[in-house]
């Protein structure tokens, strides 16, 4: 489901948010301002994805390969957002979004290696446009159930019909191997309300482990096939 589409559905959720929080005459103006905001979202997506893609291309030629497999993105639900809002003690309006949450458009960035991770990073950031706000390094420091990635909020201006205005988005980027352990370990652990769950965190925590090691020993492969070329 495209970002469009899913925010269309959420619709409903964030009217009866919104209802509950202000009342019913000024709903519908708290709803234009919500959507001026997402389609500011929108845009800073659209400005970051194109910087990597881009990125992506010129490597691909320079390089002769791609060091980025796939890019996804996502705008946060309306009603995640009211409850991350209430988590974190803001007030659900409007103005409290961009204020108080980095995370509200986020882009998900997937690399063959591990060295591809902090390559991209590094030449996303030293863009003179680009403004990093937050570095949150789990692949050095990995989470305690053995979640691995590279979490960047990234600041970035978006030129509108009348102003320029910076926009923040959360950019996470990971290896396939990463990516995948990070899916199944989320069904996984959603799904597991047993006596067992104890040792089945250990296990997917040992599944990571594995996963990391191998990444390394791909990598590792790979400079050998790379050295051989030269």
Not at 2 to 28: C, I, M, N, P, Y
Not at 74 to 95: E, H, Y
């Amino acid at each position: 489901m495209d970002v469009e589409k899913s925010f269309r559905v959420e619709k409903a959720e964030l009217v009866q948010s919104f209802l509950l929080t202000h009342g019913d005459q000024d709903v519908f103006e708290r709803l234009e301002e919500f959507n001026h905001l997402m389609i500011k979202y929108h845009a800073v997506i659209r400005e970051v994805t194109t910087k990597l893609e881009i990125l992506n291309d010129e490597l691909s030629h320079s390089k002769q390969r791609n060091p980025i497999e796939t890019i996804s993105f996502r705008i946060k639900k309306p009603m995640s957002i009211a409850q991350k809002l209430r988590r974190k003690g803001a007030p659900v309006t409007v103005d409290s979004i961009s204020q108080t949450l980095n995370d509200v458009a986020g882009i998900r960035v997937i690399c063959s290696f591990v060295d591809d991770i902090y390559a991209v990073a590094e030449m996303l950031t030293r863009q003179d446009d680009v403004r990093l706000i937050e570095k949150k390094d789990y692949i050095q420091n990995p989470k305690p159930n053995g979640y691995r990635s590279l979490h960047l909020v990234l600041e970035v201006p978006v030129f509108f019909s009348t102003h320029k205005e910076p926009m923040r988005v959360e950019v996470q980027i990971r290896t396939v191997a990463m990516d995948f352990w990070a899916s199944l370990e989320h069904q996984i652990r959603y799904k597991n309300h047993t006596p067992e769950t104890r040792r089945i965190a250990g296990e997917l925590k040992e599944c990571a482990d594995v996963i990391a090691q191998t990444d390394l020993r791909m990598q590792a492969l790979r400079d050998q096939v790379m050295k051989q070329k030269e």
